[in-house]
Nanobody, 119 residues
Framework: QVQVVESGGGLVQVGGSLRLSCVASGSSFNTDRMAWYRQAPGKQRDLVASISSGGSTNYADSVKGRFTISRDGAKNTVYLQMNSLKPEDTAVYYC?????????????WGQGTQVTVSS
């Protein structure tokens, strides 16, 4: 019954900005690490950014300095602020939520939101 839902995607011009949101719901347990991945047509799904329950972050080299991942106080929502967007950022962006329960890792994926950066 755990749901991970992304929102905020859309069409933006080169150099523009978008803010993606991801909400994980349906569980009484808090999420541990949450992350954003992206997948362009014909490409593998790659990690964009991740954030731990303690707030530590990790970014792909390609987005460092341009993207910022954050989470709210309830720690069930994660955001991806994307600035200075480039055409190569065009992809479906997926949210992933990790939960550790009784030393078992559970991974939940959203269905993705399309981000298109036009030149």
């Amino acid at each position: 019954q755990v749901q991970v839902v992304e929102s905020g995607g859309g069409l933006v011009q080169v150099g523009g900005s978008l803010r993606l949101s991801c909400v994980a719901s349906g569980s009484s347990f808090n999420t541990d690490r949450m992350a954003w991945y992206r997948q362009a047509p014909g490409k593998q799904r790659d990690l964009v950014a991740s954030i731990s329950s303690g707030g530590s972050t990790n970014y792909a080299d390609s987005v460092k300095g341009r993207f910022t991942i954050s989470r709210d106080g309830a720690k069930n929502t994660v955001y991806l602020q994307m600035n200075s967007l480039k055409p190569e950022d065009t992809a479906v962006y997926y949210c992933k939520a990790d939960m550790v329960v009784l030393q078992t890792l559970y991974v939940y994926w959203g269905q993705g939101t399309q981000v298109t950066v036009s030149s």
